[in-house]
T-cell receptor, first 114, second 114 residues
Framework: EPEVTQTPSHQVTQMGQEVILRCVPI?????FYWYRQILGQKVEFLVS????????KSEIFDDQFSVERPDGSNFTLKIRSTKLEDSAMYFC????????????FGPGTRLLVL | KQEVTQIPAALSVPEGENLVLNCSFT??????LQWFRQDPGKGLTSLLL?????REQTSGRLNASLDKSSGRSTLYIAASQPGDSATYLC?????????????FGEGTQLTVNP
């Protein structure tokens, strides 16, 4: 069964460094998402992406964050200058269409900012 | 702003028991509601999706109901097994934005004892 994959599974970085988290959505899906979960807290929406542009972003997704679909398979989340509070599990998700469709989540990347 | 609450926060039951997990949301203008399972340190596995026009959905031993007007959903698990032990999350897709963000509850941590 097709699934969303994410790399790396874990990443440790120093405060102020740039990180890129990678995702391969399910191949026939058109909508892509990033969510994060700080330890012990709710899963929070960051951004949704369709047709090579952001369709919605949350207040968390400030100008330190960016997303890109550099080729036909990858979807990336970049954090330009990481802060301690960016430490979280980051989940990528995809859906075949947008509204009304099941979102399928990847296994997550655990990011630790020191 | 949509808020999602799940009760109870934790539940421990003996194997074989039937159980109900509760989810409530503040804004009844939703497209759909999705139930997920999250194992420790892992991603989210989609269990059931209920569209706003539906009253319930079933998958195997799982049955999810939706009462949109009262802002409530329940997940019924029949004949629970130790392998059902996980955190169960509900998430709603609201109509207040043009995008497809999911708003999550805090989850119910379920332990099924052999």
């Amino acid at each position: 069964e097709p699934e969303v994959t994410q790399t790396p599974s874990h990443q440790v970085t120093q405060m102020g460094q740039e990180v890129i988290l990678r995702c391969v959505p399910i191949s026939n899906h058109l909508y892509f998402y990033w969510y994060r979960q700080i330890l012990g807290q709710k899963v929070e929406f960051l951004v949704s992406f369709y047709n090579n542009e952001i369709s919605e972003k949350s207040e968390i997704f400030d100008d330190q964050f960016s997303v890109e679909r550099p080729d036909g398979s990858n979807f990336t989340l970049k954090i330009r200058s990481t802060k301690l509070e960016d430490s979280a599990m980051y989940f990528c998700a995809s859906s075949r269409l947008g509204l009304g469709e099941t979102q399928y989540f990847g296994p997550g990347t655990r990011l630790l900012v020191l | 702003k949509q808020e999602v609450t799940q009760i109870p926060a934790a539940l421990s039951v003996p194997e074989g028991e039937n159980l109900v997990l509760n989810c409530s949301f503040t804004d009844s203008a939703i497209y759909n509601l999705q139930w997920f399972r999250q194992d420790p340190g892992k991603g989210l596995t989609s269990l059931l999706l209920i569209q706003s026009s539906q009253r319930e959905q079933t998958s195997g031993r799982l049955n999810a109901s939706l009462d949109k007007s009262s802002g409530r959903s329940t997940l019924y698990i029949a004949a629970s097994q130790p392998g059902d032990s996980a955190t169960y999350l509900c998430a709603v897709k609201g109509r207040e934005t043009s995008g497809s963000r999911l708003t999550f509850g805090e989850g119910t941590q379920l332990t099924v004892n052999p």
